[in-house]
């Protein structure tokens, strides 16, 4: 049996080549790439102004490579939380083919979640499946590292979901470390930023990460989408005690490299912070927050704990929360509360995927 390849991740040079060591036009790559991307087609047949000769070519060897979704949960306040099967390399720093004619796969599942609002439909991605940060608050870190996604695996959540024509914003922000997988990452976004892929301004991107470096610097030089930093907490050791990665990746340095660059004009950083009952949500943790960010640019996001099990904390009282973004505005930073959503069907990361591998 010959083990087909996938087209969905692959650039336009990628895919002209595939056209020309195919025998046909170097114009079939753009052909190729309006099919998958813009048309979202499913299959060869399909793509009616490639020829039938090119088409029977190609599907010899290739595979379109779209997944269906294998469950879909629907909450009341309408956020949809989608589970995809995976195969997966353990490998980082893989480029898009070397992903996925890499052996040693591992099979796996992962989640993307739409959420509604305001005519917004923003959709929050996976980039890995499992993680290896061990966030102690986090589900998808205690299931530990499954493997890498592809940019293929990555763009078929934008092209699978029921609302895929409808999304008009993009979050890194579902299971894994974004930066941990950067080529595939840096791929997908090329894809959704080309005029010849889906042609997103970078405006509508939005990466999640908790710090990891040299791959920070990487995305902040050769991307121009917005940056979230995950901050939990501004003090050293009880930010160590909650993420293992300020060990290796502090967030002070974090925030010197972040003063190197302009966020005062289209694009924008802000950090996330999860507020926990008596853990992180003290007036001298906001005080410190003040003086760890003291003329840069950004905004926080104040956000609450949805509690998982065998973790000691729960999220804060609503007017410490109140009392806390009060605190940061009055300093001058823009802080506002996220809204929750989607509690009815476990939106917190990595719940769906780990409910799933229970049940297997
Ligand atoms: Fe990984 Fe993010 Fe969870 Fe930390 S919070 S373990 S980086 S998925």
């Known amino acids: 049996?010959?083990?087909?390849?996938?087209?969905?991740?692959?650039n336009l040079e990628e895919l002209k080549q595939i056209a020309l060591s195919l025998g046909m036009p170097a114009f079939a790559g753009r052909q190729l790439a309006?099919?998958?991307?813009?048309k979202k087609v499913k299959s060869f047949d399909d793509m009616t102004n490639i020829s039938k000769v090119g088409r029977e070519k190609l599907s010899r060897q290739y595979e379109v490579g779209r997944v269906?979704?294998?469950?879909?949960q629907k909450s009341v306040d309408g956020t949809r939380k989608y589970l995809f099967p995976v195969a997966c390399t353990h490998k980082k720093g893989l480029n898009a083919v070397e992903s996925e004619t890499e052996g040693n796969l591992e099979c796996s599942s992962i989640e993307a979640v739409m959420i509604p609002d305001d005519g917004r439909r923003t959709l929050c991605v996976s980039s890995q499946a499992g993680c290896k940060m061990g966030c102690k608050f986090c589900m998808?870190?205690?299931?530990?590292?499954?493997?890498?996604?592809?940019?293929?695996d990555i763009i078929n959540q934008f092209l699978s979901v029921e609302e895929s024509d409808e999304l008009t914003n993009t979050v890194f922000m579902?299971?894994?470390e974004p930066l941990d997988n950067y080529e595939n990452v840096k791929r997908a976004i090329e894809i959704l930023t080309a005029s010849w892929g889906f042609a997103w301004s970078p405006k509508r991107i939005t990466l999640s990460t908790i710090g990891v470096m040299p791959e920070l610097k990487r995305y902040l030089e050769e991307t121009r989408c917005h940056l979230a930093v995950s901050m939990h907490n501004p003090f050293p050791?009880?930010?160590?005690?909650?993420?293992?990665?300020?060990?290796?990746?502090?967030?002070?340095?974090?925030?010197?490299?972040?003063?190197q660059y302009d966020f005062s004009g289209q694009r924008r950083v802000s950090f996330e912070y999860t507020m926990f009952d008596g853990v992180n949500d003290d007036k001298m943790h906001a005080d410190a927050i003040r003086r760890l960010v003291d003329g840069l640019d950004c905004?926080?996001?104040?956000?609450?704990?949805?509690?998982?099990?065998?973790f000691p904390y729960g999220t804060s009282q609503e007017v410490k929360m109140e009392m806390f973004q009060d605190r940061l505005?009055?300093?001058?930073?823009?802080t506002t509360i996220r809204a929750s959503r989607g509690e009815d069907i476990f939106a917190a990361c990595g719940m769906l995927a780990g409910k799933h591998k229970e049940e297997a």
């Open 237 to 259: 050791e009880e930010r160590l005690a909650l993420m293992p990665v300020q060990k290796v990746h502090p967030i002070q340095n974090v925030v010197a490299l972040l003063r």
């Open 34 to 38: 309006e099919w998958l991307y813009q």
């Open 299 to 310: 905004r926080f996001n104040l956000i609450r704990f949805h509690k998982i099990p065998d």
């Open 140 to 152: 998808t870190g205690r299931q530990g590292f499954h493997g890498q996604l592809s940019a293929g």
């Open 68 to 72: 269906e979704f294998s469950d879909c």
């Open 174 to 176: 579902g299971m894994g």
């Open 329 to 334: 505005s009055r300093a001058g930073i823009t």
């Open 1 to 10: 049996m010959v083990l087909k390849k996938r087209l969905l991740g692959k």
